[in-house]
């Protein structure tokens, strides 16, 4: 089958959901929609923002004037920690159906610095998220009601991201939730089927052929999946066979803070402009038992295909039957392979 050229579809096996590729499209004429770039000069310090030390938040509270990472309670939380188990389902048919949900939301703040991003932050500094990330994983996940610990990141006005000031999310919450939920299972089958990890045997795949790698090092490796649905779409994986954040060994941490630069730094590379995306890692459940099929990885998702302003939609055919996309994984991932690895504001 010709890859490069001729329609077809490939399988994502972490979700077990096709997408539909069109490499002939590639180079159709596009005349839509045309945004006006982000600016990007920040002030280090913003007197306005709810997330920059001493500034007072929206909820009343005021921030500690924090140096490096700080960690507080969502004043807007999606999910609360006390509501009372209950089950709704009208006249039992399940078409009519709800249950209580409940749970803990989180703000992390990276750094002090307003201005700053993961992929403009110093490696030190995204290590010591790295290890608020883990502890907080590691505290939530031991709660007796949590059996599922999110970790993400929304980044750019374009994403929804409220703020520019380098920060993230954890929701903690009672259920597996559907994404995780679908990898849960893939994972379990691969596993009693094959015998091995499924992350691990794409991962040797993909390090042999080298073709959808964007960038690794000893620890750790980030690629354009087979399956990717985003134009840049990107899967970080540990090289280990490793379920959690808070199992990673001291120089693992240290080799995750260093790809979490170079990915971010080579996104922002491609279009320069500070590259918005969503990206979360997706841990083993937090259910409290053993999950030897798990594999630590995480998520990109970025909304841009073909600049700066541009961006991909997910309309018509692919709200109603299949994602698609034009450019192949392939030529993705040889983009940001050939990029610079230093930021195109530092050079
Ligand atoms: P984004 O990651 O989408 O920018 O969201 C930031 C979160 O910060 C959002 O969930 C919370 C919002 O509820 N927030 C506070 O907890 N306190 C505030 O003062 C403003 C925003
Ligand atoms: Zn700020």
């Not at 608020?132 to 750019?156: A, T, Y």
């Not at 691990?200 to 042999?208: F, H, T, V």
Request: with cysteine; glycine share 6%.
């Amino acid at each position: 089958m010709e890859l490069r050229s001729s329609p077809h579809r490939r399988f994502n096996p972490l979700t077990r959901e096709w997408v539909l590729v069109s490499p002939h499209r590639a180079e159709r004429p596009w005349q839509g929609q045309v945004e006006t770039p982000e600016q990007e000069s920040l002030p280090t310090y913003d007197p306005a923002c709810y997330l920059c030390p001493g500034n007072a938040r929206a909820g009343g509270h005021q921030n500690p004037s924090y140096t490096s990472t700080f960690v507080f309670e969502n004043d807007f939380a999606a999910l609360k920690p006390d509501v009372p188990e209950a089950h709704f389902d009208l006249e039992g048919k399940g078409l009519l159906r709800a249950e209580s949900e409940a749970g803990i939301c989180r703000v992390v703040c990276f750094s002090p610095r307003h201005d700053l991003t993961l992929a403009r932050m110093e490696v030190a500094q995204i290590r010591s998220v790295v290890d608020v990330w883990s502890e907080q994983s590691l505290e939530l996940g031991k709660r007796p009601g949590i059996r599922h610990v999110q970790i993400f990141e929304n980044r750019g006005a374009m994403m929804g991201c409220s703020n520019p000031h380098p920060h993230g999310q954890i929701w903690a919450n009672a259920t597996i939730p559907n994404e995780p939920r679908k990898e849960l299972l893939a994972f379990g089958e691969y596993r009693q089927n094959h015998g091995g990890c499924l992350l691990c045997d794409y991962l040797a795949l993909e390090l042999k052929s080298r073709e959808r790698l964007v960038c690794e090092n000893q620890h750790f490796a980030a690629l354009v999946p087979f399956w990717a649905v985003w134009p840049f779409e990107v899967l970080l994986l540990s090289k280990r066979h490793v379920a959690e954040m808070p199992a990673l060994q001291e120089a693992e941490r240290g080799a995750l803070a260093e790809i979490l630069k170079e990915i971010t730094t080579r996104y922002d590379n491609l279009f320069k402009v500070s590259f918005p995306y969503s990206m979360g890692f997706h841990q083993q459940p937090a259910d409290k038992a053993p999950h030897p099929e798990w594999h630590f990885h995480a998520h990109y998702y970025p909304p841009l295909l073909r600049s700066a302003t541009i961006r991909k939609f997910m309309v018509g055919y692919e709200m109603l039957a299949s994602p698609q996309r034009d450019i192949t994984p392939e030529a993705a991932a040889e983009r940001l392979r050939l990029l610079p690895e230093v930021h195109y504001l530092s050079s």
